[in-house]
């Protein structure tokens, strides 16, 4: 990776991560997953991809589904607050070293210009302002479904050096909200914002650049257990990977679900504020079997072990480097692994039937 806290240009001012483009092997089995299930819009649909948005979403989409021949994450999109900040943006990554585009309005349909990179993680970023607008369905109260979806909330990649992600984001003025470390001050994740959530993009140590998930929000929590109740009724219940529960790092409500193509797919409701400049950062002790979930639940192996490959900026995967720090999953479970629910009880701090 460029050192990414030397001196740089000053970076574009993003309001928020705006979509993601993700490409899936089988279009018509990801239209029901993700149009008959989560009752994503349909903007534009054509031969080989779906323009899809949340009922909060006024902006062309937050969501493109491509076919392709590999499943696979393209972009990840966000928003700048000025079209100036896409010169800012430009200059940003140039100094920084990696492949950069300057590419026209419509190179992604309802999109206008755009700054395109290969980010210093590896990961295929956009940055754009203008973006054509569509109906707001925030009342369309006859179309939401029992699951509603209302926008998109975050980002999570996976990356082998979390300090090191965390400086590069922080050079593009994101701040942290919570992170995860042990006492030897290895740090297994952290969650940084631009909007005033808990996060716009979360980073997952391991090996990478893979994308984890990304996530939708809903307003209530019923929401969410109607997805639930969907999948089980329709036999589809082994599309639910982890969850619903309660987070411990956000104290959202979640679901993890995997598309028919294994895209780990979040939604997530009643993460917290954190507008003010002196929001507090939490550090989760990795230890401690409240910081994932709340009540203590495990976190099944796959969700630790599982990602999805990226692209670069021509569509083809990159390749991944190996996290040589501790695994969360080994320090926390296994044989060589321990956590606590209460710290310093004697008790087993787990759940029996936790452990693999
Ligand atoms: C956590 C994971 C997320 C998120 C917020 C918090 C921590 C966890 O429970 O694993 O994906 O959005």
Redesign the pocket.
Known sequence: MSDTTRDLPTPPDVIRCAYAELVVTDLQASKWFYTGLLGLVVTHETEDALYLRAFEEYLHHSLVVRQGPVAAAAKFAYRVRTPQDLDLAEAHYRALGVEVRRVPAGTTRGIGEAVQVVDPLGFPVEFFHEAEHVERFHQRYDLHGAGAISRL??F?VVTPDVPAARAYYEGLGFKVS?D?EDDEGTVY?A?MYRKPT??DV?L?GGDGPRM??I?FATHERSQILHLCDHLGAVRRSDQIE?GP?R????N?F?L?LLDPDGHRI?I?TH?YYTGDPDNPVITWDVHDNQ???WWGNP?VPS?YANASTVLDLDGTPRPVTERTQDRESDVTIGADGFSYTRKDDEAVGFKVGHQV
């Open positions: 909330d975050h999570n919570e995860i994740a969650w808990v996060h979360a997952t984890h998930h996530a982890r529960g987070h411990g790092v956000s959202a979640y993890y979040e997530y993460d910081r994932r979930d976190v969700w």
